[in-house]
C-alpha cells in the first residue's frame, strides 16, 4: 500500500499543477481585452473597501483627537484675539453708522438748502439753554460769517427760530417753541391764516376765528407776512382744535414738524447782509 | 487763586450743563450745577469774594440762557443777599438743612426771575412749568449734599496751597538764627 502511494505522489502533483496552469490560462484568457470588474474583483474589492475605510476612518479619528489636542494648546490665545477683533469690528461699525446718518442727515439738509432761493448757511447746535425758563441754543456760526439778528433758522422737518444776536465766534437761536417767539402762518389747505406762539414744547395757534373750518392734521406754513420767514416752510401741524363757548377765536393746539431734542444742524438763511448782497 | 479756581468751575459746569447734561432725557431733568455752585458760594464763601464770584456766574448765564441781559446777576447777588441775611438768624449751613435750602432757593429764583421778566421786560414770556420746577427742586435737594461735600473738599485744597505758597517765605524755626 505504501509502495502504490509512494509511485502515484508525482503524478498527482503533476495533476494538480497541469490543473491549476490551465486554470490560470483559462482566467487569464477570460480576463483578457475586459474593462471592468469582474464578479470576484468587486467581491474582493468590497471587502478590501470595507476594511480600508473602517482602517481610514480610525486613523482620521485619531489623528483628529491628536490635532484637536494640539490646536487646544493655542485656542485661549486665539479667542482672546478673536474677542478683541468682535469689539474693534463692533466700534468700526457703530463709527460707520453714525458717519451713514450723518451723511444722510447732511445730504438731506443740502438738498433742502438748494430748494431755498436766498443764500444760505448750514450750522452746528453747540449747546443748549440750561435753565428751564428760556428755549434757545448756540450755534457755530457768527456774525463773521455773515449770521445777523433776526435770520430764520430752519431744517429739512420745518422752522427752528430765529437768531437772537451774533457775536464773534457763535450765533444764538432763540426756539420757535419759546413763548416769545411769533411767526406768522397760515394753513396749507384752506389758507386760514394766523400767528403761532411757543408753549415750551409746541404751538398755540392764535386769531383764527370760530367761523373757521379747522381740523387736526392740518398743515401749518409760513406766510411770509411777518417779513422773518420766507413764504412756505412747514411749521407744524394741528393736533387739537377746541371751539368755547365764549370768545371769538379757536383754540387750537399746534404739534412741531421739527422734533427740537434731537436738533444737531441747522441751516440759517441768510437774508439782506452785507455777505449776500 | 481763589476766584479763578471757581470761575473756571463754574465755567467747566455751564459748559457740562448746555453740552453733555442736555441730552439727557427730559422726563429726568437737566440738573442745574451751576445754581449748585451759586448755593455753595452763598453759603460758605465770605461776603466780598461771594459777590463777585456770584456777578460772574451770573454774567455767564446770560451769555448761555435766555436773552435779557442782567438778569441772572441780579437774581443770583439778590439769592445771594438773602441767604446771607437768613444765615443771620437760620443755621443754613448744616448738612441737613442744605437740601431743602437748595430746593426752596431754586423756587426763589424762579419766582425772582418770573417777577423781573414782568416788571422789567413786560411784552416777553418765560415758561412756567410746576413739573419741570417740581423736578428740578427734587434733583437739586438729592445732589446738594454730595455736592457740597466735594465744593467744600476743593476750597478746603484750594486754601491749603495758598497757605503753602504764603507760608514757605521762611522755613524752619524763626527763633533759631
Not at chain 1, 131 to 143: A, G, H, L, V
Not at chain 1, 206 to 228: A, K
Not at chain 2, 94 to 114: R, W
Amino acid at each position: 500500500m505504501r509502495k502504490r502511494s509512494k509511485r502515484t505522489r508525482p503524478i498527482r502533483q503533476f495533476l494538480v499543477i497541469s490543473t491549476c496552469i490551465v486554470l490560470f490560462g483559462v482566467l487569464a484568457l477570460s480576463f483578457m481585452g475586459r474593462k471592468e470588474l469582474t464578479l470576484p474583483h468587486r467581491l474582493i474589492f468590497d471587502i478590501l473597501g470595507t476594511a480600508q475605510s473602517g482602517v481610514t476612518g480610525i486613523i482620521n479619528y485619531v489623528l483628529d483627537i491628536r490635532n484637536d489636542y494640539i490646536d487646544l494648546i493655542g485656542v485661549k490665545k486665539e479667542n482672546a484675539r478673536l474677542r478683541e477683533e468682535i469689539k474693534r469690528h463692533q466700534a468700526l461699525t457703530v463709527d460707520y453708522r453714525e458717519a451713514l446718518a450723518t451723511n444722510v442727515r447732511l445730504r438731506k439738509l443740502l438738498d433742502f438748502k438748494e430748494q431755498i432761493p436766498q443764500p444760505t448757511i448750514t450750522a452746528r447746535i453747540i449747546g443748549r439753554d440750561p435753565s428751564e425758563w428760556f428755549k434757545t441754543f448756540s450755534i457755530d456760526r457768527s456774525s463773521s460769517d455773515g449770521v445777523g439778528k433776526g435770520m430764520p433758522v430752519v431744517t429739512v422737518e420745518g422752522v427752528v427760530g430765529q437768531i437772537l444776536d451774533g457775536g464773534n465766534h457763535r450765533a444764538k437761536v432763540l426756539q420757535a417753541i419759546d413763548p416769545n417767539s411769533a411767526i406768522e402762518v397760515l394753513i396749507q389747505d384752506t389758507r386760514t391764516q394766523g400767528i403761532i406762539k411757543g408753549t415750551g414744547d409746541s404751538y398755540r395757534l392764535h386769531y383764527v376765528l370760530r367761523n373757521n373750518e379747522i381740523n387736526p392734521g392740518d398743515l401749518l406754513i409760513t406766510s411770509g407776512l411777518g417779513g422773518v420767514f420766507p413764504k412756505g416752510l412747514p411749521v407744524g401741524r394741528v393736533s387739537s382744535v377746541v371751539s368755547k363757548r365764549r370768545g371769538m377765536f379757536l383754540d387750537i393746539e399746534v404739534e412741531p414738524m421739527v422734533d427740537f431734542s434731537k436738533l444737531e444742524n441747522v441751516i440759517v438763511i441768510m437774508k439782506s447782509n452785507q455777505l449776500t448782497e | 487763586m481763589f476766584l479763578t479756581v471757581l470761575s473756571i468751575l463754574g465755567a467747566c459746569l455751564l459748559i457740562a450743563q448746555t453740552t453733555v447734561l442736555a441730552r439727557m432725557p427730559p422726563w429726568l431733568g437737566n440738573p442745574d450745577l451751576l445754581f449748585l455752585l451759586v448755593l455753595f458760594v452763598a453759603v460758605k464763601v465770605d461776603t466780598f469774594r461771594g459777590i463777585i464770584l456770584v456777578m460772574i456766574y451770573g454774567l455767564m448765564m446770560d451769555i448761555f440762557s435766555g436773552f435779557v441781559p442782567g438778569l441772572y446777576p441780579a437774581v443770583y447777588l439778590g439769592l445771594f443777599l438773602t441767604i446771607r441775611y437768613a444765615s443771620r438768624h437760620v443755621i443754613v449751613d448744616e448738612p441737613v438743612h442744605l437740601p431743602p435750602l437748595a430746593a426752596a432757593s431754586y423756587l426763589f429764583c424762579s419766582g425772582a426771575i418770573f417777577l423781573y421778566m414782568t416788571i422789567f421786560n413786560p411784552g416777553t414770556d418765560i415758561l412756567w412749568s410746576w413739573r419741570d420746577l417740581l423736578l428740578q427742586m427734587f434733583i437739586l435737594a438729592i445732589l446738594a449734599l454730595p455736592s457740597f461735600h466735594v465744593l467744600g473738599r476743593i476750597a478746603a485744597r484750594i486754601a491749603s496751597n495758598r497757605r503753602r505758597i504764603f507760608s514757605t517765605a521762611k522755613g524752619g524755626n524763626r527763633f533759631i538764627s
